[in-house]
């Protein structure tokens, strides 16, 4: 088979070949998925060197634009991350197959079954950022899965995803997967005119900003899997162990603070605001954080008061706000309120604290004694991820492969019809599981 010249076609023809493309893929052993997804992974290896020259055009450009630091970061393809990227697409072939699987098998009556199996969706739409690895974790799901992909990242990365998407197409070649599976788009009207294409498209997946997401949401008939934005917050409760808290609180803002999961809100129990907070600000200082601080922080601590905005703001960035709270019910409260309800984690020693602040804080991902910034699809164990999802109906938090599937029921007679079954004599159902 070969690489498929659909890029060029209008959209409406696009996506058709992509629908085409879906179905003969969605009916793929799993050997043949898996091949294609290895065959995915050779390609990009063996692209390297022009995916490399295309994401330092990229970020060239984008420097001249004057990209702010952390978003160059995102967009950055080195070798290590690129080399990081191959093995995450292996990873998932390496995954057992979603497809298939019977989750439900019942008789209903002698002779009469009902199974209920996973199958792919069909076509995603998946809009996501200016971050390159992204776009191969996001395939190599697609295609594991069973699932055609339309994808559009931010226009910083163009040549980038162009050259990764031209890598892919032609391992794809070498394989049972028509290449007309993975498409590209590049620009915002085409995503205007995608939202109208629910004939063809199955789930739209936009990864960005909740005003973003919104609009999408707005604007299309085709059902929304929204991956919004991420204010997540630390809260340091009385009991937390300090050393831990400084460790946690720098790794969640600085580790790569563009990415959704980073801290934007550090929340800090009064009794030990005077001893933590120093050693905090310290060790954030070190890394040229800037901080924010609520009316009390600021009388512990000198640094810029932080205004009302400022708890609703992701800074995606070296910044971070502080507040002062005199309990874990005003910590959930302010997280409840301000938070995306996407990653949210509390340092205690304290184990019913502990509890109490999983169990009330309203997000997708509640963690104890460990940073925000595990909430990933990789980190979970699920090969890679689409994003992470701040909807509250499943799918939640990292979207894996498990998220990219449906089911549906396979009801298998001989002959059966409903008339027994109702009316005043009604037949009784076995409904025995198997
Ligand atoms: N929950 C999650 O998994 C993720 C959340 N995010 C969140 O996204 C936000 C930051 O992302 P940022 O880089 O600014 O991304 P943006 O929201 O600016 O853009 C993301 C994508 O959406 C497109 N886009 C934005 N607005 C429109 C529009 N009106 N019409 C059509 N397309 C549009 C962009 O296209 P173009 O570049 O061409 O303008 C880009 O492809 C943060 O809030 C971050 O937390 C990001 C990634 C994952
Ligand atoms: N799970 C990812 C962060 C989520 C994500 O996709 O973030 P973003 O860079 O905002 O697209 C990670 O830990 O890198």
Same mark, same amino acid.
């Given at each position: 088979m070969t690489a498929s010249p659909v890029a060029s076609l209008p959209l409406t023809a696009i996506a058709k070949a992509t629908r085409q493309a879906a179905r003969q893929l969605a009916v793929l052993p799993t050997e043949a998925r898996n091949q294609a997804v290895e065959a995915i992974a050779q390609a990009l290896e063996a692209a390297t060197p022009e995916i490399l020259a295309a994401n330092a055009a990229d970020c060239q450009a984008a420097q001249a634009e004057g990209i702010a630091k952390p978003l160059y970061n995102r967009l950055k393809l080195d070798e290590t991350k690129l080399k990081a990227a191959i093995e995450g697409v292996r990873d998932v072939g390496k995954l057992a197959d979603p497809v298939g699987t019977v989750q439900i098998q019942r @008789?209903?009556? @002698?002779g009469l079954i009902l199974k209920r199996i996973t199958c792919p969706v069909g076509v995603l739409g998946i809009i996501f950022e200016a971050r390159p690895d992204a776009l191969i974790q996001i395939t190599s799901l697609a295609i594991k899965s069973g699932n055609g992909v339309i994808l559009k990242g931010g226009k910083e990365a163009i040549r980038s995803c162009e050259t990764l998407v031209k890598a892919i197409h032609q391992g794809l070649s070498t394989t049972a997967v028509d290449a007309a599976a993975v498409q590209l788009l590049t620009t915002r009207e085409e995503i205007r005119a995608l939202l109208q294409l629910d004939e063809y498209v199955d789930l739209i997946i936009p990864r960005g900003s909740n005003e973003f997401v919104r609009y999408v949401q707005e604007n299309t008939r085709i059902p929304v899997l929204g991956h919004a934005d991420g204010i997540c917050h630390l809260y340091i409760d009385r009991a937390a162990e300090l050393q831990k808290a400084v460790e946690i609180t720098v790794d969640a803002k600085t580790q790569y603070p563009a990415v959704c999961n980073a801290i934007e809100t550090l929340l800090v129990h009064s009794a030990i605001a005077p001893t933590f907070l120093p050693l905090a600000a310290a060790a954030l200082q070190k890394r040229n954080v800037e901080l924010r601080g609520d009316e009390v922080t600021c009388q512990i601590l000198e640094m810029a008061a932080a205004t009302e905005e400022d708890w609703s703001t992701e800074y995606n960035d070296l910044v971070l706000s502080i507040k002062v709270v005199d309990s874990l019910e005003e910590a959930i409260a302010h997280i409840n309120t301000y938070g995306s309800r996407h990653t949210d984690a509390i340092v205690t020693e304290d184990p019913n604290i502990a509890d109490t602040f999983l169990n009330q804080v309203d997000s997708a991902n509640v963690f104890h004694n460990c940073s925000t910034r595990f909430a990933d699809g990789f980190r979970y164990g699920f090969g890679a991820e689409v994003g992470i999802s701040t909807q509250k109906m499943p799918p939640r938090g990292p979207v894996g492969l498990e998220g990219l599937i449906t089911y549906k029921y396979k009801v298998t007679g001989?002959?059966?019809?409903v008339a027994p079954y109702a009316g005043k004599d009604a037949k009784p159902f076995t409904h025995r599981d198997f």
């Open positions: @008789e209903l009556d @002698e001989n002959g059966h019809i």
